[in-house]
């Protein structure tokens, strides 16, 4: 019996719709950048969104358990961490590794070969 990966080998059901939205995807780059996490402000900026925009993506994020967000004080101030957990780690890095597949499929329909990805410096080698 063929599995739905055999019949439709173009479905690239591991493209997480999650992690597939721009500004998520953002996000979740510059987090693996960071493994220690990073503040909410870095982030905003690293970014480019608004408090607003970058507070309702973390909470998507963190809803799939792929994001922590911690607040606390530095000081008298608020401070806010983001960091990825290792759930969105391993998700993330799944997520790339059906992007690579999709960058080849484009490229050997497109007839030539692609460059493999970690001579690209998106995967590691």
Do not use: W
């Not at 055999?6 to 721009?22: C, M, N, Q, T, W």
């Not at 998507?60 to 969105?88: D, F, S």
């Not at 597949?101 to 493999?116: F, I, T």
């Amino acid at each position: 019996m063929m599995s739905k990966t055999d019949s439709a080998p173009f479905s690239y059901e591991g493209l997480d719709r999650v992690i597939h939205e721009k500004a998520r995807l953002g996000l979740l780059t510059s987090l693996m950048a960071y493994p220690k996490g990073l503040a909410f402000a870095d982030l905003k900026q690293l970014c480019g969104l608004t408090d607003g925009n970058l507070s309702r993506h973390l909470a998507v994020l963190q809803e799939a358990g792929l994001v922590e967000v911690t607040k606390g004080y530095e000081g008298n101030r608020p401070h806010t961490t983001c960091r990825l957990t290792r759930t969105g780690r391993r998700r993330f890095l799944d997520y790339l590794a059906v992007l690579e597949r999709l960058v080849r499929d484009a490229a050997r329909a497109a007839g030539r070969e692609a460059p493999p990805l970690g001579r690209l410096g998106i995967l590691p080698t």
